[in-house]
């Protein structure tokens, strides 16, 4: 069943391009998928170019640049030039780990506009273990410093969980001490990685309330020197967020393979077939592709959806998390009240938040040119 309740749709506001699945971390939230290609099924500079070109052209204003670790590729001075040149506003979202002063300084003159640099606590033993790379909290900082030393705008993202939500307010203070402009508190998303270690990640509720009233309280007493974007979770909550801002609405995603998505996680949906870069330009997959137009709008809902007076709000929540906890993408999100699941979903948050937690199945690259992967546990 194709949507046809909006036909005359508007130009997605931007592109996630995700340039490589490679990355020097392994987090254990990280929303990449369990099965991660190596290089050689990355697109190569030239299409990658054009997809930037394209991606103005359809309207886009923003490109961010991703991964994986985008930093891995070699050519990532060059398409920050093409995204400038196609008139892209580019910000890159990164570990820190693969740059350095010299590389912050050659992105900045290729036309880099701003830098989203991640943290995963704000004391290093803590930030190494959940990174599962050792001193790369110390790397981190470091390169924050280079980062503001360039006059490159920092925001710094933090996804926070069970391991390191009792340090909210530190890592706020860290926001303000490496001159970021923007810090981004976002709870645990439960897809990829992060559903495979969902029962190590999930806070309690008193846990995410604490949290809550701490981001709402310093965003009040520093209104004027730091931005404060809250992002909760779903598990705990009564109505559900607009996945993406709603499928096929305001985002684009292109995977280091080419597939494009509407959104990163789109592919463990059994049934969608998406189109590629390679064969389809962004504008046909946009308007055309059933990958794009099999949740947009409102005509493929039904109840209690369809008679909601939040479906334009929600558009349903997520496809994602409604097949990983309903077993079906055309369900009703479990994160909304209506849902006959909702119950059940918070009794599973409350019992495996409750539990102590299993150790963390680390993210894991496949093994290049023999089609295998290795994975750890702390």
């Not at 949740?295 to 334009?312: A, I, Q, Y």
């Not at 994160?335 to 019992?351: I, K, M, N, Q, V």
Request: charged share 25%; with cysteine.
């Amino acid at each position: 069943m194709t949507s046809t309740a909006e036909p005359t749709v508007g130009p997605p506001l931007a592109l996630l391009a995700e340039l490589t699945y490679r990355c020097p971390l392994r987090c254990p939230y990280c929303s990449n998928p369990l099965e991660l290609a190596g290089s050689s099924a990355e697109l190569a500079t030239p299409v990658w170019l054009d997809v930037l070109s394209q991606a103005a052209r359809l309207g886009m204003l923003q490109v961010h640049l991703s991964g994986g670790e985008p930093a891995a590729r070699r050519d990532l001075e060059a398409l920050v030039e093409g995204a400038r040149a196609a008139g892209l506003y580019t910000n890159l979202i990164t570990s820190g780990l693969l740059l350095d002063r010299a590389r912050l300084e050659r992105l900045r003159l290729a036309g880099l506009d701003h830098v989203q640099l991640s943290v995963q606590d704000s004391e290093p033993g803590g930030a190494d273990r959940i990174a599962g790379f050792e001193g790369a909290h110390a790397r981190k900082l470091a390169i924050a410093a280079d980062i503001r030393a360039t006059g490159l705008p920092l925001t710094l993202n933090t996804v926070v969980h069970r391991h390191n939500i009792g340090r909210v307010p530190d890592l706020i203070e860290l926001a303000l001490t490496l001159g970021a402009a923007r810090l981004e508190v976002a709870h645990a998303q439960y897809y990829g990685w992060g559903l495979a270690n969902r029962a190590a990640l999930l806070p309690t509720r008193v846990q995410l309330d604490e949290t809550t009233a701490c981001v709402m309280a310093a965003r009040e007493r520093l209104k004027g020197r730091l931005v404060i974007d809250y992002v909760l979770p779903d598990y705990y909550a009564r109505r559900p967020k607009a996945c993406m801002g709603g499928w096929g609405r305001r985002f684009m995603v292109v995977a280091p393979d080419g597939a494009i998505l509407p959104c990163h996680a789109a592919r463990t949906i059994p049934g969608l077939v998406f189109p590629n870069v390679r064969e389809t330009s962004l504008a046909d997959a946009w308007s055309r592709a059933d990958a794009f137009t099999r949740f947009r709008g409102t005509d493929w809902m039904g109840e209690p959806c369809r008679s909601c007076d939040r479906r334009e709000i929600d558009w349903g929540g997520c496809r994602c998390q409604a097949l990983a906890i309903a077993g079906s993408a055309d369900a009703v999100d479990p994160a909304c009240a209506f849902s006959p699941l909702h119950d059940a979903l918070t009794a599973l948050a409350e019992r495996e938040s409750a539990t102590p937690p299993p150790a963390f199945r680390y993210r894991a690259q496949r093994t290049e040119g023999r089609g295998q992967r290795t994975e750890r546990t702390e």
